[in-house]
């Protein structure tokens, strides 16, 4: 009976020889810089910092009028070619009834007839150039809607806000730093394993977490190990993934590993 208890035993203890605990801190996998893509005036903020935000909720409006202009330029240019097309239109529709009354008279052979088709020819022309601006004023008009969007900011993803720089009234301006978005659905541990420690450790391998302050344990593992040392400590950045269930885990806890190793690693 008491060999057949050892014997687990003794198969653990010559599958791990040692253990390894080092401090760590959750972070999120997927953070969010917030910036606006146009420059204009912060007219209105709708979250602040703590606040959680889901996916398309706008964030804050700004107010441009430099925007406005544009605006204003795009809409009066889309109207301007529109009235030249109909007046393009207008005077073709003129010419075909002057010269319907010459063929009932009899002048579709004249000099005035052949003028007639001269004229018609440089007002079709000018009615497919109308047109191209029409087009062209269109896509512009199209674009200063999608411009108009911008000035609305939205939230990527789901989240909370961690940072917020902005205030009512400020100027901001494309890559201007808004707002930071965490994602609290994909966090991670990252912690550092020292250079004389690296060689126990390996991508894939499982390991014990452990958030003291709110007393959660599970099992976790290594995503990733930073190839790039500290030269001032010597030591490495390790990623930890794991699951947190429903639990309230938010960025900035403080996190243990705890990582078993084999004999055969200490030989190495």
Known sequence: MLKIILLPLLLTLSLYSGSLSITGTVVSDNQKMIGARFMGYVKHIYFNIGDKVKREDTLFELESAEFDILKNQADLALEQAEIMVDMYRTRLDSIRREKALMRVRGKDNSVDWQNMDLTADNVQAGLAATRSMVKNAAEKVKQMATIANYLEVKAPNDGI???????????????????????????????QISEADL???????????????IKFRTRGRIKSIVPSANPMTHTFTIRVSFHKGHTKIFPGMYAKIG????????QK
């Open 259 to 266: 990582i078993e190793y084999g004999d055969d690693l200490v």
């Open 161 to 191: 806000i961690v940072q917020k720089r902005i205030r009512e009234g400020d100027l901001i301006v494309p890559g201007m730093l808004a707002m930071v978005l965490v994602d609290l659905d994909h966090l991670e541990i990252e912690g």
């Open 199 to 213: 060689l126990k450790v390996n991508a894939g391998d499982f390991v014990d977490v452990t958030i003291p302050s």
